[in-house]
């Protein structure tokens, strides 16, 4: 240890010691995770003396001891921090020895920083679950216990650094045995500042029409005989509301559809949580890697593959194979489900497409008309985190929508920022992200942009994120889309403004999430982006690296026959793609003349190379629906019905005059046809051929460019089948594939691109 400061002191046996002294500045995830009293114990443990503290978003830490103690001390920290942490070493620099007596946790001190981590909302720790199911403890089915290793987090801070007057608690004063626990170095809760008791903490309450306000255990009680009596629940967790009634129940789950004009999109479910998962096994078929993310510290949704006699209702998730299920992560969760004793719809509270709602007067406002009764809690929500969902591909977990226990989600840049950055994203199942240096932060889901309080909790997420990072933004970055709400707020922010090509903002996530230097060949599928040339891209290829993107490969276009409508009316896209090859194709019930007269003229019918309209039609033709309820509906129920072992057919593939491949899906329209092949027969061509007609075009571009790193991102690749079967046959075509593993690939991970490419270009 060169260049140290040292001194000797006296120990037994008169031999002399040398002591050294060092200060160390650690990083990451660092805060609100119990790295402080973890600190503190290693230091007991090493025989270090000094002190640790909090400094806006870093732990400053002075320790001084033997060379070999100090060793030991900075190696335990790294390698057995507390499992929330994420420790870094930014600095380490050798000081002057001091006289220390012992080893202190001081109190934090406040600073401006860019090094603030934001701490992510966290499930309930296996100690706190073994005190709240102890009748022993005084925190017995307490549904507010929690630790440092758990609990909110992100939901309840107001500002930094994360002492308890800076969060939403601060309004619950300790009560003596509390303040005892949040006071001493060596208890689990030292500090812990959601910390709370049935004495002292927030307490539930229950409401129901006509009654009177029920109180504590009592609410608790009144809120499951609702459950036990088929009634809908509106129950507020850590991040918003959930909605929730008896998941084996047609007709409450039918009522909580009708009320909440939710007909066909799928119902998350929450199950008790069992060593065996016996429940969950009853109702859908986990392989280990859904077993290990629903088990994941973050207790996410995961998409499962249902039973084939799935004991739940089936109005839960009509025309598709997968259910969205969820184990219990907060406290009121376990005691909810464990005291009901079978599965739960638990379906996030909102109305069509806006954010999770988080005040108590605004939930009973705006769900009165649903709800049977309300179940409260006086705990203010900073901010909501709706629940994140995740979609087994590949034996990996991809991420379709970021949320409580993974968002703010911190990905680092392969380069820095001239100057920080706001990425406002798109329009639907929107994020913003903050980048600054070689850092960007993405928030939580924040729902479409097209209801007023979706783009008002934009507005405010994205003066939040600047306020708790400390940094201010120098210019906004929005999508190339005139229509969009967030293309239009943009200029209403003050600062310069940079619109980002949506396919562009695509592929640059893609790289930016991985990393990766050189050219890259990433397909950008999905329903709907803005293009250079005016008309509606879906379908691209897109050839070169952040900031210098070009297309290389498309599918041949066609009509939206009604603008915007065709997105919700997939029998338009079937009547648009026969139209544009001459082919006839009646749909019952349907007038077709006036539209082919606007089609032929091309009125209100937008050029598009969109495979997620592809993929309308070809529910269109295969007659599973004509109507779409919800974004991807169309797609998933292709999906769900596909024989995944069908062989492709050859699509014809030219070059352009501007020396774009084309790919023709003309030959597809008579199979999706073909009656005499059953629905998942032609569904599962569909999905080979599409797979065949983008190896077709990687093989193309290679041979040209020479390029043999492959991405695929856009919310088309949430598709199992297709991701499964394109990266097998190009990985055994010498393709290294690249897939989203952190980020959505869908508009969720837009905002993220835009930085990427505005940094990069």
């Not at 009654?211 to 088929?230: E, K, Q, V, W, Y």
Request: proline share 7%; hydrophobic share 40%; aromatic share 8%.
């Amino acid at each position: 240890m060169s260049n140290t400061w040292f001194m000797t002191v006296p120990l037994r046996r008169k031999r002399r010691v040398r002591v050294y002294a060092q200060k160390l500045i650690f990083g990451g995830r660092v805060q609100g995770v119990g790295f402080r009293p973890f600190v503190y114990r290693t230091a007991q443990r090493c025989g270090v003396r000094g002190w640790v503290r909090n400094r806006s978003g870093v732990v400053e830490v002075l320790a001084q001891g033997a060379p070999e103690m100090l060793q030991l001390f900075r190696h335990t920290l790294m390698t057995e921090a507390p499992p929330l942490a994420r420790p870094e070493v930014l600095t380490e620099q050798a000081i002057k020895t001091q006289r220390l007596a012992d080893f202190q946790i001081r109190q934090s001190e406040s600073a401006l920083s860019a090094q603030v981590h934001i701490p992510p909302d966290q499930f309930a720790c296996d100690d706190c679950l073994a005190e709240f199911n102890d009748p022993r403890d005084r925190r017995f089915q307490y549904p507010f216990i929690n630790c440092t290793q758990c609990g909110p987090r992100y939901t309840l801070i107001e500002r930094l650094p994360y002492d308890r007057a800076n969060t939403s608690m601060a309004r619950f004063h300790f009560c003596p045995r509390c303040a005892a626990e949040y006071a001493d170095p060596g208890d689990r809760r030292f500090h812990a500042e959601p910390l709370a008791c049935p004495d002292c903490g927030p307490r539930l309450e229950f409401c129901a029409s006509g009654n009177d306000a029920l109180f504590g255990p009592a609410a608790f009680a009144a809120a499951l005989l609702a459950l036990r009596s088929s009634k809908i629940v509106a129950v507020k967790g850590i991040g918003g509301y959930h909605l929730l009634c008896d998941a084996r129940n047609s007709a409450a789950v039918s009522t909580l559809r009708t009320r909440k004009n939710r007909p066909d999109k799928p119902f998350a479910v929450m199950f008790p949580l069992q060593s065996d998962l016996a429940a969950l096994r009853r109702a859908v078929r986990p392989l280990a890697a859904h077993e290990d993310m629903l088990r994941n510290p973050m207790r996410p949704i995961v998409l499962v593959p249902k039973q084939t006699q799935c004991n739940l209702a089936s109005e839960i998730a009509p025309g598709c194979a997968e259910i969205g299920a969820m184990l219990p992560y907060s406290p009121l969760h376990h005691l909810l489900i464990e005291e009901f004793g079978a599965p739960l719809v638990a379906t996030s509270a909102n109305i069509s497409g806006e954010p999770v709602l988080t005040e108590n007067e605004t939930a009973t406002a705006r769900l009165d008309a649903i709800a049977d009764g309300f179940l409260h809690h006086d705990r203010p929500i900073v901010r909501p985190a709706d629940d994140p969902v995740y979609r087994i591909i590949a034996d990996a977990p991809r991420p379709i929508r970021l949320g409580r226990g993974n968002a703010p989600l911190e990905i680092e840049l392969p380069f820095s920022l001239p100057s920080p950055l706001l990425a406002l994203g798109g329009q639907l199942k929107n994020t913003v992200a903050l980048g600054w240096g070689n850092r960007v932060v993405v928030s939580t889901h924040l729902g479409d942009m097209d209801t007023p309080r979706g783009l008002a909790l934009l507005k405010t997420v994205a003066a939040d994120l600047q306020t708790l990072y400390g940094v201010a933004a120098q210019a906004v970055l929005c999508d190339s889309h005139p229509g969009y709400a967030t293309t239009r707020l943009a200029p209403q922010l003050g600062l310069p403004v940079r619109k980002i090509f949506h396919h562009e903002a695509h592929a640059s996530a893609l790289i930016g999430e991985f990393g990766q230097a050189g050219d890259c060949l990433v397909f950008t599928w999905d329903g709907a982006g803005f293009g250079r040339d005016g008309t509606i891209w879906g379908g691209e290829a897109m050839l070169g690296r952040p900031g210098r993107w070009r297309r290389v490969a498309t599918v041949r276009p066609f009509a939206l026959l009604g603008g915007d409508r065709a997105a919700l009316d997939p029998w338009r896209i079937a009547l648009a793609l026969c139209w544009e090859v001459g082919k006839e194709w009646q749909i019952a019930g349907k007038d077709t003349a006036l539209l082919h007269h606007a089609w032929s003229r091309r009125l209100n019918c937008p050029q598009t190379s969109s495979i997620g309209r592809l993929f309308d039609g070809a529910a269109a033709l295969l007659g599973l629906l004509s109507r779409s309820s919800y974004e991807g509906q169309a797609a998933s129920h292709v999906e769900a019905i596909c024989d995944d072992t069908a062989e492709p057919i050859a699509l014809p593939l030219s070059r352009r005059s501007d020396g774009v491949w084309e790919s023709d899906w003309t030959p597809l329209l008579d199979i999706l046809q073909n009656s005499r092949h059953s629905v998942a027969d032609r569904a599962g061509v569909f999905h080979a051929t599409l797979a065949e007609l983008l190896l077709t075009q990687a093989r193309a571009v290679r041979a040209r460019y020479g390029v043999d790193r492959l991405g695929l991102t856009g919310g088309v690749f949430q598709n199992r089948v297709l991701c499964e079967r394109v990266r097998s046959a190009a990985q055994n075509e010498g393709f290294s594939v690249y897939h989203p593993e952190r980020l959505p690939c869908n508009d969720a991970g837009l905002s993220f691109g835009q930085i990427v490419e505005a940094g990069a270009g």
